[in-house]
């Protein structure tokens, strides 16, 4: 991709519906800080129907949960030209579900486990979260085209949307 480009097809900012959001803890909103840093920092995103119509990025997003789907709003910066994309979530529960728990095991563990324990409950914390990244970009093929990093990040913060107190 040209330097022109990746500067083109990116997400300059993002924002949750924090209508959605109905509880998180520490350790959950540092990683959706850090998500959204990098996320800006680095990322490659690209609306395929904003773009035919001939629309240029940089592009705003917003992600919230609307009828038990992702709601991803994308917006041109700048202006207020936007399409809503709606992805439904059901692939993506049990996905959630594992990622939580194994958070879960791993948050826990840095307070008293092994590096070894640490290192292998990591391991399997990345084996879920690239499972998710890639099914992102398959729901994601002839709407959005994104890279790996980027789905990874935007599945953290789907993640985020649906913590339950």
């Known amino acids: 991709m040209s330097a022109e480009n ?5 997400i300059a900012k993002i924002d949750l519906d924090e209508d959605t959001i109905l509880w998180r ?10 998500a959204i840093f990098d996320l800006i920092d680095e990322n490659t995103f690209k609306p395929l129907r904003l773009v035919e119509n001939g629309h240029d990025g940089p592009f705003n997003l917003k992600l919230g949960v609307q009828d038990g789907r992702l709601a991803m709003e994308i917006g ?3 202006s207020d030209i936007a399409e809503t994309l709606i992805l439904g979530l059901a692939r993506f529960r049990r996905p959630i579900r594992e990622y939580f728990a194994i958070c879960d095991s791993y948050y826990q563990a840095i307070r008293k486990a092994t590096p070894a324990e640490i290192e292998t409950i990591d391991m399997a914390r990345r084996g879920v979260h690239n499972g998710a990244a890639e099914l992102l970009q ?9 890279d790996f990093a980027t789905a990874r990040r935007l599945f953290t913060l789907i993640c985020v949307l649906h913590i339950k107190g």
């Open 76 to 78: 041109v910066a700048g």
């Open 25 to 34: 803890n520490a350790d959950v909103e540092q990683e959706r800080r850090v």
């Open 6 to 10: 990746a500067s083109k097809w990116r």
């Open 138 to 146: 398959e729901r994601l093929e002839g709407k959005v085209e994104t």
